[in-house]
């Protein structure tokens, strides 16, 4: 039995997670489903703060099947590889599956964002993106 507002375990063999610094919020990914965490609110360090929900429900896509879908046909629906929040200018949320990446648009690391007002948008291939990576197998 759950505790009320709380929904269970974080599941094991993760994909991907982030800390939210400002809300003290981890998301964490595993295949299509991203869990929040507040480690404020549990002293037993396990319980979700909200329901599990589709990583759509939480970062839909912003132009339907065409930012939810690359070029390639690799989604993020299903799960990502990666989330990399970037903590300096232009401090964006991308989401990164395979060779692609999608960026969150309405996300902002000083917490003054609606979370019903996010919407992801497909903007190529990572290593187009961060293409001074210095250990990035990029082709040339």
Known sequence: MFRPGHFGMIPDNLDSAFFEYNTKVIYFFKGSMVYKYDYKLSGSHS???EKPRQITSVFPPMNGRNDLHAPSGETYADGVDSVYLSWSAPYQLHLIKGEEAWRVDGYSI????NEA???VRYVGKWNTIWHYLCEADCPT
Do not use: D, E, S
Not at 110 to 113: A, D, E, I
């Open 47 to 49: 319980c979700c703060i």
């Open 110 to 113: 000083f917490g003054q964002y």
């Open 117 to 119: 007002n996010l919407r």
